[in-house]
């Protein structure tokens, strides 16, 4: 199973972010491969948001209608709520976001070490997702 974050999700639908020939060769590869996806609905808000502000209510739908049913999506709990509180405000890292305090705490609870990112905080994390060939730049949170 792999996770699916907003970095890489958001290159998918936008066409002039520097990692969409990756995202769009990954996510295929993906699909043909069966690989069981997963997202939270906080990757999910912050995609919608950003997709929406970015690009407009088409690729909002597209988002909705194409790239989400093709995903598990993982409701955070209170319990992972707070524990992703707590680890952003342990961190200490301004550039750190919730959503992706709350994205590692779901991989580890699932046991995950595999992300579909091109968000460097989940290799800081330890988690990679090495046939999109890594994760290196700092997109959505």
Known sequence: MTFSDTSAI????DSVDENHPRA??????LLDSGEPLITTNYVVVECCALTQRRLG???????????LPMMTIHWIDKAAHTTAVN???VANRSKLSLVDCSSFVVMRQLGLQSAFAFDRH????????????GSNSDHAG
């Not at 209510?57 to 790239?67: C, M, N």
């Not at 989940?122 to 060939?133: I, L, S, Y």
């Open 10 to 13: 958001y290159a998918v639908l």
């Open 24 to 29: 769009g060769l990954a996510w295929l590869r």
């Open 57 to 67: 209510l088409p690729a909002l739908r597209a988002l909705q209608d194409e790239i």
């Open 87 to 89: 680890a952003l405000l």
């Open 122 to 133: 989940f290799d800081q994390e330890g988690f990679h997702f090495p046939k999109a060939g």
